[in-house]
Protein backbone atom coordinates (compact mmCIF):
# COMPACT_ATOMS: atom_id res chain seq x y z
CA UNK A 1 0.00 0.00 0.00
CA UNK A 2 1.62 3.51 -0.90
CA UNK A 3 0.42 6.94 0.20
CA UNK A 4 -0.96 9.24 -2.65
CA UNK A 5 1.41 11.71 -3.41
CA UNK A 6 -0.84 14.41 -3.37
CA UNK A 7 -1.44 13.81 0.18
CA UNK A 8 1.92 13.63 1.28
CA UNK A 9 4.06 16.01 -0.77
CA UNK A 10 3.91 18.83 1.66
CA UNK A 11 4.36 16.75 5.07
CA UNK A 12 7.41 15.46 3.31
CA UNK A 13 9.15 18.82 3.68
CA UNK A 14 9.50 20.33 7.16
CA UNK A 15 9.43 24.03 6.33
CA UNK A 16 6.22 23.74 4.35
CA UNK A 17 5.18 21.59 6.98
CA UNK A 18 5.51 23.95 9.71
CA UNK A 19 4.17 27.00 7.56
CA UNK A 20 0.87 25.04 7.06
CA UNK A 21 -1.64 27.48 8.32
CA UNK A 22 -3.75 24.59 9.25
CA UNK A 23 -1.42 22.67 11.59
CA UNK A 24 -0.89 26.09 13.25
CA UNK A 25 -4.86 26.87 13.28
CA UNK A 26 -4.56 23.22 15.21
CA UNK A 27 -2.69 24.75 18.42
CA UNK A 28 -4.05 28.54 18.29
CA UNK A 29 -0.63 29.92 18.77
CA UNK A 30 1.34 32.09 15.64
CA UNK A 31 3.71 30.62 13.40
CA UNK A 32 6.39 32.72 15.20
CA UNK A 33 5.99 31.23 18.63
CA UNK A 34 8.89 28.37 19.47
CA UNK A 35 6.15 25.86 20.55
CA UNK A 36 4.16 26.42 17.52
CA UNK A 37 7.56 25.47 15.61
CA UNK A 38 8.12 22.68 17.89
CA UNK A 39 4.85 20.87 17.98
CA UNK A 40 4.36 21.76 14.00
CA UNK A 41 7.48 19.52 13.67
CA UNK A 42 6.74 16.73 15.97
CA UNK A 43 3.21 16.59 13.97
CA UNK A 44 4.93 16.42 10.36
CA UNK A 45 7.16 13.53 11.87
CA UNK A 46 3.81 12.16 12.52
CA UNK A 47 3.29 11.81 8.80
CA UNK A 48 0.10 9.11 6.90
CA UNK A 49 3.28 7.37 5.91
CA UNK A 50 5.13 6.89 9.60
CA UNK A 51 1.17 5.25 10.73
CA UNK A 52 1.74 2.94 7.83
CA UNK A 53 5.09 1.57 8.81
CA UNK A 54 4.02 1.15 12.43
CA UNK A 55 0.83 -0.59 11.47
CA UNK A 56 3.04 -2.72 9.06
CA UNK A 57 5.90 -3.54 11.20
CA UNK A 58 2.93 -4.89 13.35
CA UNK A 59 1.88 -6.84 10.74
CA UNK A 60 5.39 -8.57 10.61
CA UNK A 61 5.51 -9.47 13.71
CA UNK A 62 1.97 -11.39 14.06
CA UNK A 63 3.40 -13.01 10.81
CA UNK A 64 6.11 -14.25 13.17
CA UNK A 65 3.77 -15.45 15.66
CA UNK A 66 1.40 -17.30 13.17
CA UNK A 67 4.45 -19.22 11.82
CA UNK A 68 5.10 -20.13 15.04
CA UNK A 69 2.59 -21.06 17.01
CA UNK A 70 1.23 -24.91 17.10
CA UNK A 71 -2.34 -24.07 16.00
CA UNK A 72 -3.26 -27.65 17.31
CA UNK A 73 -2.05 -26.50 20.55
CA UNK A 74 -3.01 -22.80 20.60
CA UNK A 75 -5.98 -22.43 17.86
CA UNK A 76 -7.65 -19.61 20.03
CA UNK A 77 -4.01 -17.35 19.96
CA UNK A 78 -4.02 -18.24 15.95
CA UNK A 79 -7.90 -17.03 15.34
CA UNK A 80 -6.72 -13.93 17.27
CA UNK A 81 -3.95 -13.27 15.37
CA UNK A 82 -5.35 -13.71 12.34
CA UNK A 83 -8.29 -11.20 13.23
CA UNK A 84 -6.04 -9.01 14.26
CA UNK A 85 -4.03 -8.88 11.13
CA UNK A 86 -6.90 -8.52 8.59
CA UNK A 87 -8.12 -5.59 10.71
CA UNK A 88 -5.05 -4.01 10.30
CA UNK A 89 -4.60 -4.39 6.44
CA UNK A 90 -8.45 -2.85 6.07
CA UNK A 91 -7.33 0.02 8.50
CA UNK A 92 -4.28 0.47 6.55
CA UNK A 93 -6.84 0.88 3.44
CA UNK A 94 -9.18 3.31 6.02
CA UNK A 95 -5.94 5.37 6.44
CA UNK A 96 -5.41 5.87 2.53
CA UNK A 97 -8.80 7.42 1.98
CA UNK A 98 -8.67 9.37 5.04
CA UNK A 99 -8.05 13.30 3.45
CA UNK A 100 -5.63 15.48 5.78
CA UNK A 101 -8.39 18.09 6.02
CA UNK A 102 -10.55 15.90 8.09
CA UNK A 103 -7.62 14.50 10.67
CA UNK A 104 -4.55 15.68 11.62
CA UNK A 105 -1.61 13.03 11.62
CA UNK A 106 -1.46 13.33 15.44
CA UNK A 107 -5.48 12.77 15.98
CA UNK A 108 -4.80 9.46 13.93
CA UNK A 109 -1.75 8.40 16.22
CA UNK A 110 -3.31 9.43 19.44
CA UNK A 111 -6.82 7.63 18.92
CA UNK A 112 -7.40 4.30 16.21
CA UNK A 113 -2.84 3.82 16.04
CA UNK A 114 -2.78 4.08 20.29
CA UNK A 115 -5.55 1.67 20.38
CA UNK A 116 -4.15 -0.68 18.30
CA UNK A 117 -0.59 -0.65 19.19
CA UNK A 118 -2.22 -1.28 23.01
CA UNK A 119 -4.13 -4.37 21.21
CA UNK A 120 -0.65 -5.33 19.07
CA UNK A 121 1.02 -5.30 23.15
CA UNK A 122 -1.08 -7.76 24.29
CA UNK A 123 -0.72 -10.23 21.55
CA UNK A 124 2.49 -9.54 22.15
CA UNK A 125 2.47 -10.83 25.79
CA UNK A 126 0.43 -13.41 25.11
CA UNK A 127 1.98 -14.95 21.92
CA UNK A 128 5.60 -14.71 23.95
CA UNK A 129 4.53 -16.77 26.47
CA UNK A 130 3.05 -19.39 24.26
CA UNK A 131 5.79 -19.67 22.18
CA UNK A 132 8.29 -19.94 25.69
CA UNK A 133 6.36 -22.46 26.60
CA UNK A 134 7.12 -24.77 23.24
CA UNK A 135 10.60 -24.41 24.16
CA UNK A 136 12.83 -27.53 24.34
CA UNK A 137 15.14 -26.18 26.62
CA UNK A 138 12.76 -25.47 29.23
CA UNK A 139 10.39 -27.67 31.41
CA UNK A 140 6.65 -26.95 30.34
CA UNK A 141 5.68 -25.31 33.49
CA UNK A 142 4.20 -21.63 32.11
CA UNK A 143 2.46 -23.98 29.02
CA UNK A 144 0.75 -26.48 32.09
CA UNK A 145 -0.45 -23.02 33.69
CA UNK A 146 -1.62 -21.28 30.86
CA UNK A 147 -3.34 -24.59 29.20
CA UNK A 148 -4.86 -25.04 33.07
CA UNK A 149 -6.31 -21.69 33.47
CA UNK A 150 -7.25 -21.36 29.91
CA UNK A 151 -9.39 -24.84 30.33
CA UNK A 152 -10.87 -23.14 34.03
CA UNK A 153 -11.82 -20.11 32.04
CA UNK A 154 -13.33 -22.52 29.30
CA UNK A 155 -15.62 -23.81 31.45
CA UNK A 156 -16.73 -20.11 33.30
CA UNK A 157 -17.82 -18.83 29.31
CA UNK A 158 -19.48 -22.42 28.86
CA UNK A 159 -21.78 -21.58 31.49
CA UNK A 160 -23.20 -18.98 29.43
CA UNK A 161 -26.54 -19.72 27.75
CA UNK A 162 -27.06 -16.76 25.33
CA UNK A 163 -28.65 -18.01 21.99
CA UNK A 164 -29.94 -16.07 19.41
CA UNK A 165 -30.44 -12.86 17.65
CA UNK A 166 -28.50 -10.07 19.76
CA UNK A 167 -26.45 -12.57 21.61
CA UNK A 168 -22.80 -12.68 20.53
CA UNK A 169 -21.56 -16.16 21.06
CA UNK A 170 -17.52 -16.96 21.74
CA UNK A 171 -17.31 -19.94 19.43
CA UNK A 172 -15.47 -20.85 16.37
CA UNK A 173 -16.98 -23.50 13.64
CA UNK A 174 -15.90 -26.37 15.63
CA UNK A 175 -18.33 -25.24 18.22
CA UNK A 176 -15.54 -24.88 20.86
CA UNK A 177 -15.52 -21.38 22.88
CA UNK A 178 -12.14 -19.88 22.09
CA UNK A 179 -10.56 -18.05 25.07
CA UNK A 180 -6.97 -16.56 25.46
CA UNK A 181 -5.56 -16.22 28.92
CA UNK A 182 -1.88 -14.68 29.71
CA UNK A 183 0.43 -13.69 32.36
CA UNK A 184 0.61 -9.97 33.31
CA UNK A 185 0.31 -7.11 36.07
CA UNK A 186 -3.64 -7.67 36.63
CA UNK A 187 -6.29 -9.85 36.13
CA UNK A 188 -8.16 -8.13 33.38
CA UNK A 189 -9.93 -8.15 30.13
CA UNK A 190 -9.17 -6.95 26.99
CA UNK A 191 -12.27 -5.40 24.95
CA UNK A 192 -10.99 -5.62 21.31
CA UNK A 193 -12.92 -3.70 18.40
CA UNK A 194 -11.46 -6.61 15.77
CA UNK A 195 -12.26 -9.75 17.82
CA UNK A 196 -14.81 -9.31 20.05
CA UNK A 197 -15.97 -12.57 20.53
CA UNK A 198 -13.00 -14.35 22.15
CA UNK A 199 -11.79 -13.62 25.24
CA UNK A 200 -8.84 -11.86 26.19
CA UNK A 201 -7.97 -12.22 30.15
CA UNK A 202 -5.23 -11.74 32.22
CA UNK A 203 -3.82 -13.13 35.41
CA UNK A 204 -1.03 -10.93 37.45
CA UNK A 205 2.24 -12.42 37.97
CA UNK A 206 1.57 -12.19 41.70
CA UNK A 207 -0.67 -15.15 41.29
CA UNK A 208 1.23 -17.13 38.51
CA UNK A 209 1.87 -19.60 41.70
CA UNK A 210 -1.57 -19.51 43.18
CA UNK A 211 -4.35 -21.15 40.65
CA UNK A 212 -6.49 -21.24 43.71
CA UNK A 213 -6.60 -17.02 43.16
CA UNK A 214 -7.50 -18.08 39.64
CA UNK A 215 -11.23 -17.43 40.33
CA UNK A 216 -11.22 -13.48 39.52
CA UNK A 217 -11.14 -14.90 36.18
CA UNK A 218 -14.19 -15.37 36.45
CA UNK A 219 -15.05 -11.19 37.22
CA UNK A 220 -13.27 -11.18 33.96
CA UNK A 221 -15.57 -13.21 32.64
CA UNK A 222 -18.74 -11.16 33.81
CA UNK A 223 -17.13 -7.68 32.42
CA UNK A 224 -17.12 -9.80 29.02
CA UNK A 225 -20.76 -10.73 29.16
CA UNK A 226 -21.31 -7.20 30.48
CA UNK A 227 -19.64 -5.62 27.13
CA UNK A 228 -19.48 -8.05 24.37
CA UNK A 229 -22.24 -11.34 25.25
CA UNK A 230 -24.67 -8.81 23.04
CA UNK A 231 -24.15 -6.78 19.63
CA UNK A 232 -23.67 -2.86 19.83
CA UNK A 233 -27.62 -1.47 20.34
CA UNK A 234 -28.83 -4.36 22.10
CA UNK A 235 -25.91 -3.67 25.16
CA UNK A 236 -26.75 0.20 25.01
CA UNK A 237 -30.08 -0.74 26.07
CA UNK A 238 -29.45 -3.29 28.54
CA UNK A 239 -26.67 -1.40 30.10
CA UNK A 240 -29.16 1.93 30.56
CA UNK A 241 -31.74 -0.65 32.03
CA UNK A 242 -29.14 -1.93 34.44
CA UNK A 243 -28.87 1.65 35.74
CA UNK A 244 -32.60 1.93 35.66
CA UNK A 245 -32.55 -1.19 38.08
CA UNK A 246 -30.35 0.72 40.41
CA UNK A 247 -32.61 3.13 41.00
CA UNK A 248 -35.81 1.15 40.98
CA UNK A 249 -34.13 -1.33 43.61
CA UNK A 250 -33.45 1.66 45.94
CA UNK A 251 -36.30 3.48 45.43
CA UNK A 252 -37.65 3.56 49.23
CA UNK A 253 -34.58 5.64 49.98
CA UNK A 254 -36.38 8.91 48.34
CA UNK A 255 -37.93 10.55 51.44
CA UNK A 256 -41.64 11.14 51.29
CA UNK A 257 -42.17 14.72 49.96
CA UNK A 258 -43.59 17.10 53.36
CA UNK A 259 -42.77 20.06 51.40
CA UNK A 260 -39.69 21.42 50.07
CA UNK A 261 -38.09 22.61 53.42
CA UNK A 262 -34.54 22.66 53.94
CA UNK A 263 -33.98 19.69 55.73
CA UNK A 264 -36.15 17.68 53.04
CA UNK A 265 -34.24 18.92 50.61
CA UNK A 266 -30.86 17.66 51.98
CA UNK A 267 -32.88 14.01 52.98
CA UNK A 268 -33.15 14.07 49.22
CA UNK A 269 -29.97 14.70 48.21
CA UNK A 270 -28.18 12.30 50.15
CA UNK A 271 -30.52 9.62 48.78
CA UNK A 272 -29.71 10.41 45.41
CA UNK A 273 -26.18 10.35 45.94
CA UNK A 274 -26.67 7.20 47.57
CA UNK A 275 -28.37 5.81 44.33
CA UNK A 276 -26.07 7.51 41.88
CA UNK A 277 -23.30 6.01 44.13
CA UNK A 278 -24.74 2.46 43.12
CA UNK A 279 -25.42 3.66 39.12
CA UNK A 280 -21.76 4.30 39.11
CA UNK A 281 -20.56 0.87 40.92
CA UNK A 282 -23.07 -1.20 38.12
CA UNK A 283 -20.66 -2.37 35.91
CA UNK A 284 -18.50 -4.05 38.35
CA UNK A 285 -21.62 -5.09 40.81
CA UNK A 286 -22.50 -7.01 37.73
CA UNK A 287 -18.83 -8.81 37.65
CA UNK A 288 -18.91 -9.91 40.82
CA UNK A 289 -22.58 -10.93 40.69
CA UNK A 290 -21.13 -13.15 37.15
CA UNK A 291 -17.93 -14.28 39.07
CA UNK A 292 -20.21 -15.49 41.62
CA UNK A 293 -22.23 -17.68 39.65
CA UNK A 294 -19.40 -18.29 37.31
CA UNK A 295 -16.91 -19.79 39.96
CA UNK A 296 -19.05 -20.50 43.68
CA UNK A 297 -18.48 -20.45 46.86
CA UNK A 298 -14.26 -20.23 45.80
CA UNK A 299 -15.16 -17.09 44.04
CA UNK A 300 -16.24 -15.64 47.25
CA UNK A 301 -12.78 -16.79 49.18
CA UNK A 302 -11.09 -14.99 46.49
CA UNK A 303 -12.86 -12.37 46.93
CA UNK A 304 -12.27 -11.70 50.49
CA UNK A 305 -8.28 -12.27 50.02
CA UNK A 306 -8.47 -9.73 47.54
CA UNK A 307 -10.38 -7.34 49.54
CA UNK A 308 -8.43 -7.92 53.03
CA UNK A 309 -5.18 -6.77 50.87
CA UNK A 310 -6.61 -3.64 50.25
CA UNK A 311 -7.32 -2.54 54.30
CA UNK A 312 -4.45 -1.36 56.05
CA UNK A 313 -6.43 0.72 58.99
CA UNK A 314 -10.37 0.70 59.20
CA UNK A 315 -10.69 3.99 57.60
CA UNK A 316 -9.17 1.50 53.70
CA UNK A 317 -12.74 -0.09 54.20
CA UNK A 318 -14.40 3.39 53.08
CA UNK A 319 -11.81 4.00 49.82
CA UNK A 320 -13.55 4.48 46.21
CA UNK A 321 -12.01 4.53 43.37
CA UNK A 322 -15.12 5.47 41.28
CA UNK A 323 -15.61 2.27 39.29
CA UNK A 324 -15.43 -0.52 42.36
CA UNK A 325 -17.55 -0.60 45.78
CA UNK A 326 -15.70 -0.50 48.38
CA UNK A 327 -14.01 -3.26 50.03
CA UNK A 328 -16.00 -3.49 52.66
CA UNK A 329 -18.71 -4.34 50.09
CA UNK A 330 -17.71 -6.37 47.59
CA UNK A 331 -17.44 -9.69 49.66
CA UNK A 332 -20.99 -8.60 50.82
CA UNK A 333 -22.18 -8.16 47.04
CA UNK A 334 -20.65 -11.83 46.74
CA UNK A 335 -22.17 -13.60 49.59
CA UNK A 336 -25.82 -12.33 48.73
CA UNK A 337 -25.73 -13.56 45.35
CA UNK A 338 -24.35 -17.07 46.92
CA UNK A 339 -27.57 -16.83 49.38
CA UNK A 340 -29.53 -16.15 46.29
CA UNK A 341 -27.58 -20.08 44.66
CA UNK A 342 -28.35 -21.51 47.59
CA UNK A 343 -32.18 -20.41 47.12
CA UNK A 344 -32.63 -20.93 43.08
CA UNK A 345 -30.27 -24.65 42.67
CA UNK A 346 -32.32 -27.73 41.59
CA UNK A 347 -29.65 -29.25 43.33
CA UNK A 348 -29.80 -30.80 47.13
CA UNK A 349 -25.74 -31.27 46.33
CA UNK A 350 -24.94 -27.28 45.98
CA UNK A 351 -27.91 -26.09 48.74
CA UNK A 352 -26.91 -28.73 51.66
CA UNK A 353 -23.52 -27.56 51.22
CA UNK A 354 -24.18 -23.79 50.99
CA UNK A 355 -26.50 -23.86 53.83
CA UNK A 356 -26.98 -27.35 55.59
CA UNK A 357 -24.51 -29.33 57.82
CA UNK A 358 -21.17 -28.01 55.90
CA UNK A 359 -23.23 -24.35 56.50
CA UNK A 360 -20.25 -22.71 53.34
CA UNK A 361 -22.30 -19.48 53.39
CA UNK A 362 -22.22 -19.47 57.45
CA UNK A 363 -18.48 -20.02 57.37
CA UNK A 364 -17.61 -17.49 54.82
CA UNK A 365 -19.81 -14.48 56.52
CA UNK A 366 -18.10 -15.12 59.74
CA UNK A 367 -14.53 -15.62 58.51
CA UNK A 368 -15.28 -11.77 56.59
CA UNK A 369 -17.30 -10.17 60.05
CA UNK A 370 -13.71 -11.52 62.03
CA UNK A 371 -11.57 -9.74 59.64
CA UNK A 372 -13.70 -6.17 59.84
CA UNK A 373 -12.93 -4.43 62.86
CA UNK A 374 -16.17 -3.46 64.85
CA UNK A 375 -16.23 -0.15 63.57
CA UNK A 376 -15.51 -0.93 59.96
CA UNK A 377 -19.22 -0.36 59.51
CA UNK A 378 -19.32 2.63 60.82
CA UNK A 379 -16.73 4.14 58.06
CA UNK A 380 -18.81 7.18 56.32
CA UNK A 381 -18.40 6.77 52.09
CA UNK A 382 -17.23 10.08 51.24
CA UNK A 383 -19.60 10.69 47.93
CA UNK A 384 -22.79 9.36 49.20
CA UNK A 385 -22.36 10.32 52.97
CA UNK A 386 -23.49 7.06 53.82
CA UNK A 387 -22.24 4.83 56.62
CA UNK A 388 -20.93 1.45 55.12
CA UNK A 389 -23.23 -0.24 57.38
CA UNK A 390 -26.34 1.38 55.75
CA UNK A 391 -24.77 1.12 52.31
CA UNK A 392 -25.16 -3.05 52.94
CA UNK A 393 -28.52 -2.92 53.76
CA UNK A 394 -28.90 -1.70 49.68
CA UNK A 395 -26.98 -4.96 48.58
CA UNK A 396 -29.89 -7.29 48.46
CA UNK A 397 -32.42 -5.34 46.48
CA UNK A 398 -29.73 -4.23 44.16
CA UNK A 399 -28.54 -7.95 43.32
CA UNK A 400 -31.74 -9.40 43.25
CA UNK A 401 -32.90 -7.19 40.64
CA UNK A 402 -30.13 -7.95 38.38
CA UNK A 403 -30.10 -11.36 38.89
CA UNK A 404 -34.58 -11.32 37.68
CA UNK A 405 -34.93 -8.12 36.10
CA UNK A 406 -36.49 -9.41 32.13
CA UNK A 407 -33.57 -6.88 30.76
CA UNK A 408 -31.73 -9.01 28.15
CA UNK A 409 -33.33 -9.88 24.71
CA UNK A 410 -36.12 -12.03 24.13
CA UNK A 411 -37.05 -11.31 28.06
CA UNK A 412 -34.55 -13.13 29.32
CA UNK A 413 -33.34 -13.12 32.95
CA UNK A 414 -29.33 -13.24 34.15
CA UNK A 415 -30.24 -15.92 35.98
CA UNK A 416 -31.67 -17.41 32.33
CA UNK A 417 -28.78 -17.17 31.17
CA UNK A 418 -26.07 -18.21 33.40
CA UNK A 419 -26.56 -22.21 34.29
CA UNK A 420 -24.64 -21.41 37.61
CA UNK A 421 -22.12 -22.79 39.58
CA UNK A 422 -23.91 -26.20 40.97
CA UNK A 423 -27.16 -25.51 39.66
CA UNK A 424 -27.23 -28.81 38.18
CA UNK A 425 -25.02 -30.48 40.84
CA UNK A 426 -21.69 -31.21 41.75
CA UNK A 427 -19.12 -32.51 40.45
CA UNK A 428 -16.18 -34.74 43.00
CA UNK A 429 -13.69 -32.15 41.60
CA UNK A 430 -15.73 -29.19 42.61
CA UNK A 431 -17.07 -30.49 45.91
CA UNK A 432 -13.11 -31.40 46.67
CA UNK A 433 -12.29 -27.74 45.21
CA UNK A 434 -14.69 -25.98 47.46
CA UNK A 435 -13.80 -28.13 50.54
CA UNK A 436 -10.12 -27.21 49.83
CA UNK A 437 -11.14 -23.18 49.74
CA UNK A 438 -13.07 -22.89 52.74
CA UNK A 439 -11.94 -26.05 55.41
CA UNK A 440 -9.49 -25.13 57.66
CA UNK A 441 -9.45 -21.52 56.05
CA UNK A 442 -6.69 -19.25 57.51
CA UNK A 443 -8.85 -16.38 59.12
CA UNK A 444 -7.43 -13.59 57.58
CA UNK A 445 -5.53 -11.03 59.54
CA UNK A 446 -7.91 -8.04 60.59
CA UNK A 447 -7.43 -4.56 59.57
CA UNK A 448 -7.18 -3.13 63.55
CA UNK A 449 -4.53 -5.35 64.03
CA UNK A 450 -2.10 -5.02 61.59
CA UNK A 451 0.95 -2.23 62.38
CA UNK A 452 0.55 1.14 61.03
CA UNK A 453 3.07 1.24 58.07
CA UNK A 454 5.10 4.37 59.72
CA UNK A 455 6.36 1.98 62.50
CA UNK A 456 8.35 -0.21 60.03
CA UNK A 457 10.46 2.61 58.09
CA UNK A 458 11.75 4.66 61.15
CA UNK A 459 15.47 3.77 60.09
CA UNK A 460 17.00 4.34 57.38
CA UNK A 461 16.99 0.94 54.89
CA UNK A 462 20.53 -0.96 54.33
CA UNK A 463 21.12 0.18 50.39
CA UNK A 464 22.29 -2.79 48.02
CA UNK A 465 25.49 -1.20 46.17
CA UNK A 466 22.99 -1.66 42.96
CA UNK A 467 20.92 1.06 44.57
CA UNK A 468 23.46 3.58 46.56
CA UNK A 469 23.80 5.93 43.43
CA UNK A 470 19.84 6.69 43.02
CA UNK A 471 19.48 6.23 47.07
CA UNK A 472 22.42 9.16 47.05
CA UNK A 473 20.78 11.49 44.66
CA UNK A 474 17.53 11.04 46.64
CA UNK A 475 19.28 12.03 49.49
CA UNK A 476 20.34 15.51 47.89
CA UNK A 477 16.65 15.87 46.96
CA UNK A 478 15.59 15.25 50.45
CA UNK A 479 17.79 18.41 51.58
CA UNK A 480 16.05 20.91 49.88
CA UNK A 481 12.57 19.74 50.78
CA UNK A 482 12.71 21.16 54.71
CA UNK A 483 10.63 18.21 56.03
CA UNK A 484 10.39 17.49 59.97
CA UNK A 485 12.68 15.23 61.10
CA UNK A 486 10.25 13.04 61.89
CA UNK A 487 8.92 12.71 58.05
CA UNK A 488 12.53 11.66 57.08
CA UNK A 489 12.58 8.17 57.37
CA UNK A 490 8.82 7.53 55.42
CA UNK A 491 9.82 10.08 52.73
CA UNK A 492 13.59 8.48 52.02
CA UNK A 493 11.39 5.11 51.26
CA UNK A 494 8.29 6.71 49.57
CA UNK A 495 11.43 8.02 46.85
CA UNK A 496 13.54 4.94 46.82
CA UNK A 497 10.49 2.63 46.33
CA UNK A 498 9.35 5.18 43.69
CA UNK A 499 12.46 3.87 41.68
CA UNK A 500 11.74 6.65 39.09
CA UNK A 501 13.70 10.01 38.12
CA UNK A 502 10.54 11.42 36.59
CA UNK A 503 8.62 14.04 38.14
CA UNK A 504 5.04 12.61 36.84
CA UNK A 505 3.35 10.38 39.63
CA UNK A 506 0.57 8.83 39.96
CA UNK A 507 -0.66 7.51 43.82
CA UNK A 508 -4.08 6.96 45.48
CA UNK A 509 -5.17 10.02 46.93
CA UNK A 510 -7.02 8.57 49.39
CA UNK A 511 -4.50 6.26 50.78
CA UNK A 512 -4.51 6.77 54.65
CA UNK A 513 -1.54 5.79 56.72
CA UNK A 514 0.28 8.46 55.49
CA UNK A 515 -1.25 11.35 53.89
CA UNK A 516 1.90 13.18 52.58
CA UNK A 517 3.38 12.15 49.12
CA UNK A 518 7.26 13.97 48.32
CA UNK A 519 8.40 13.07 44.61
CA UNK A 520 11.61 14.22 43.58
CA UNK A 521 11.62 17.67 44.65
CA UNK A 522 7.95 18.71 43.09
CA UNK A 523 6.45 18.84 46.97
CA UNK A 524 2.94 18.75 47.62
CA UNK A 525 0.04 17.74 50.34
CA UNK A 526 -3.20 15.79 49.96
CA UNK A 527 -6.14 16.53 52.28
CA UNK A 528 -7.28 13.64 53.98
CA UNK A 529 -10.87 14.42 53.80
CA UNK A 530 -10.85 15.82 49.86
CA UNK A 531 -7.93 14.11 47.96
CA UNK A 532 -7.65 17.93 46.60
CA UNK A 533 -3.57 18.84 46.69
CA UNK A 534 -3.47 21.93 49.40
CA UNK A 535 0.25 22.54 49.38
CA UNK A 536 2.66 22.63 46.44
CA UNK A 537 5.92 24.29 45.56
Not at 49 to 54: I, T
Not at 432 to 449: D, F, K, N, Y
Request: aromatic fraction near 10%.
Amino acid sequence: MTIKQSRSSSQDDPKAASQNPQDLKTYDLPPTDPFARRRSITQEQETPLSHLRKLAAMRIFVERWQKALDPSQWPEMIALLDKFSVFVRDYIKLLDQIPPSVASPRLIATTGLDQLYHEWSILSRASEQRLDAGNPKTDDALGKKLGTAQDRLTRYFDRWQGKGKSYLVPTVSDNHRRVVIYFDKVYAISRSVYAPEIPVISIPLTDYESDDRWQAMAHEAGHHFYWNALDLDATDRVHEDMRGLMAKALTHLIPKQEGFTGDYIRALERSLRRIMTWERWTEEVFADIAGTLLAGPTYVVSAQDLASEQVAVPADFALDDGEHPTAYLRPLICMETLRWMAQQTASSALGDLLTGPANIIGRLEARWAAFCSSDAGQQTHRFSETALSDLATDIGPVVRQLLEARIWPQRKRLMDLVDFFGRQGLSDEERAAIEAATSGQLPLTAASSKIPFEDFIQKEPEIPESLQGLWDYLQRKLETAHLEEQQLPVTSWHLLLALGLSEDHHHDIGHTYWDRHWFLGRLHKHDFQTGQIIYSE
